[in-house]
């Protein structure tokens, strides 16, 4: 008798770990995305020279108004 609440004690804790592993799993693939974007976006030359006409313009723009 004494063995089945620990057998089902074991089979909860064998559960709730795979839960975990579960649960971790989207989390990690979410973060490996991201990072692949941001790596992505980093060495995308049209990306970066968008981003500096951008900056050029906003530079231009508040000489405009300082005039």
């Known amino acids: 008798m004494r063995a089945e609440p620990m057998r089902r004690r074991g089979l909860y804790r064998l559960a709730g770990a795979l839960l975990a592993v579960l649960l971790s799993g989207p989390a990690l693939a979410v973060q490996d995305l991201l990072e692949s974007y941001r790596l992505a976006q980093a060495s995308d030359p049209q990306l970066a020279a ?4 951008l900056r050029v313009e906003r530079e231009r723009l508040v000489q405009a108004r300082a005039l």
């Not at 968008?50 to 006409?53: D, G, K, L, T, V």
Request: proline letters at 0%; glycine letters at 0%; hydrophobic letters at 100%.
């Open 50 to 53: 968008a981003a500096a006409a």
